[in-house]
C-alpha cells in the first residue's frame, strides 16, 4: 500500500538504468531524514535496482507496486 504522504516526487517513466537511479539518488540528497521520496519507472528492470538501490545506501525501500507497466517504489530517507 502506498503512502498518502510523499515529500517529493520523480517522474522516471521512459528513462532506463541508470537514469531512474540517479534521479532518485539527486533528489534524495536535496531531502531531509525521514521524508518520502516516491518514483515512477516504466524500466521494468528498475524493480531489482531499486531493491539494490536500497540495501545499498540505507535508504528504505517502504513500498513497490507495479501496474499497467508502470513501477512505483516509495523510499524514506535515512
Do not use: W, Y
Amino acid at each position: 500500500m502506498t503512502p498518502t504522504h510523499v515529500d517529493r516526487e520523480v517522474d522516471a517513466r521512459g528513462l532506463n538504468c541508470p537514469l531512474p537511479i540517479l534521479r532518485t539518488k539527486k533528489a534524495l540528497n536535496d531531502m531531509l531524514t525521514g521524508q518520502l521520496l516516491k518514483v515512477v519507472s516504466t524500466d521494468p528492470a528498475s524493480q531489482r535496482d531499486f531493491q539494490a538501490f536500497s540495501r545499498q545506501t540505507g535508504n528504505a525501500l517502504v513500498d513497490q507496486s507495479a501496474a499497467n507497466g508502470e513501477f512505483v517504489f516509495v523510499l524514506r530517507r535515512k
